[in-house]
Every structure is written in C-alpha cells, then in structure tokens.
C-alpha cells in the first residue's frame, strides 16, 4: 500500500476524514468526489493526480454507490 503524498493540513484532514491514507484508496474515488472533500481544491488534485501517476494508478471514472 502506498501512502499518500504530503499535502496542505486541511487537504490531509479532510482526506482522514473520509478514511482515504493509501493511493490504492484513493483511485477507488472520482475526482469529481475528492475535489468536494472541505480542504482539497485545485493544486492538492495535482498533487494527488500525479503521485497516483507515477504509481500506474488513476481516479476512478465511475461514482460510488453510497
């Protein structure tokens, strides 16, 4: 399990809110869906993108039924 990269204080809060701490986690999500967590805007996405990038991995396409 890969960890996620360092990002700004509020983005890692809102990310543990959501019991999201591995970039295997987090491909399970849309974009769209970790863009909406409070705390995670435009430049913490970039960050995310690309470290599940440079791990073969990518945001999912479709939403989660909750």
Do not use: W
Request: aromatic share 4%.
């Amino acid at each position: 399990m890969t960890p996620l990269p360092k990002c700004s204080a509020p983005a890692e809060r809102a990310l543990q809110a959501a019991y999201i701490d591995t970039l295997e986690q987090l491909a399970t999500y849309t974009k769209q869906e970790i863009a909406a967590l409070h705390g995670v805007g435009p430049s913490v996405l970039l960050v995310l993108e690309s470290a599940l990038h440079e791990q073969g991995l990518r945001f999912t396409d479709s939403e989660k039924n909750s």
